[in-house]
């Protein structure tokens, strides 16, 4: 049997979160395997940092969508947009997330309610824009980023974890719902990845810590976590829907 390859040329693919770390890393790789690239972010200038790193690597299209993926008003009106540009959308990637480090006791209801927003209100906002466009021409591939601080939450992640435990949730009951109109959703769950916010926020002690708990003792970098977002993003994972894929040095096995 032939195996297929990636197959993204010609695909329309929005990220979320895509002006820094892992968001511009999957951008980059989708519009460097062919897709044309929504990059929605509510920062403009990381976006086109973004655009201008890809294009130095001579990949396809990115095009910037700046807007704040909590507002229902701006996610439907972005979604719209995207599709009178491009005219379809094939591969959803909501990266978009926030991970304050705060002990459970010190968590306001606003706080609270803010993680849960960006982190799971965002996921469903953009599911419930696009879904029927791709219940229409049965086919979509939306990839949800999750993380091991579900499986393995360190002090001060109650919100976190909570939120991204609702992203996993959402995933399978969107997964087991659409599957048969040729859409899988399936989540990608990194280990702590040196991002910019994560070196600003994480000290060095509990980076070591970290790496010193994984099989391959090492730093995980944006690198790292493409390989499975393309795979998910791809065919070659057709018949794969529901999952959580952890990629974190082999820290957690389950
Ligand atoms: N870096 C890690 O260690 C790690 C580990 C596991 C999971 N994750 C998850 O991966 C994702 C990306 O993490 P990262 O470290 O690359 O984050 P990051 O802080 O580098 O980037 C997040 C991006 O999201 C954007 N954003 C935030 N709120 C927004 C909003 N309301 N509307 C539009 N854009 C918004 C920011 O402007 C930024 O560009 C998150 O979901 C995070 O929870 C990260």
Do not use: W
Not at 2 to 28: N, S
Not at 76 to 90: E, M, N, P, Y
Request: aromatic residues 6%; proline residues 4%.
């Amino acid at each position: 049997m032939k195996t297929p390859v990636l197959g993204l040329e010609g695909k329309v693919a929005i990220v979320t979160g895509a002006a820094a770390g892992l968001g511009r890393a999957f951008a980059g790789a989708l519009a460097g395997h062919g897709a044309r690239v929504a990059a929605l972010d509510r920062d403009r200038g990381g976006i086109e940092a973004t655009i201008e790193e890809s294009h130095r690597g001579a990949g396809a299209k990115i095009v910037p969508y700046e807007v704040d993926v909590t507002s229902s008003a701006q996610v439907d009106a972005t979604i719209r947009k995207v599709l009178d540009s491009f005219g379809q959308i094939d591969i959803v990637v909501n990266n978009v997330g926030i991970y304050p480090i705060t002990p459970f006791m010190d968590i306001s209801e606003e706080l609270f309610d803010r993680v849960l927003s960006v982190n799971l209100r965002s996921v469903y906002l953009v599911c419930r824009a696009v879904i029927p466009h791709m219940v229409t021409r049965r086919y979509g591939r939306i990839v949800n980023i999750a993380t091991t601080g579900f499986y393995r939450p360190g002090p001060g992640q109650a919100h976190y974890a909570a939120s991204k435990g609702g992203v996993i949730g959402l995933s399978r009951a969107l997964a087991a719902e659409f599957g048969n109109s040729g859409i899988t959703v399936n989540c990608v769950a990194p280990g702590l990845t040196m991002t910019a916010t994560v070196e600003e926020a994480y000290p060095e002690a509990r980076i070591v810590e970290l790496v010193r708990a994984r099989a391959i003792s090492r730093r995980e970098n944006v690198e790292d976590v493409v390989g499975a977002v393309l795979f998910l993003c791809s065919d070659l994972s057709a018949f794969m829907t529901g999952q959580t894929v952890v990629v974190d040095g082999g820290r957690i096995m389950s």
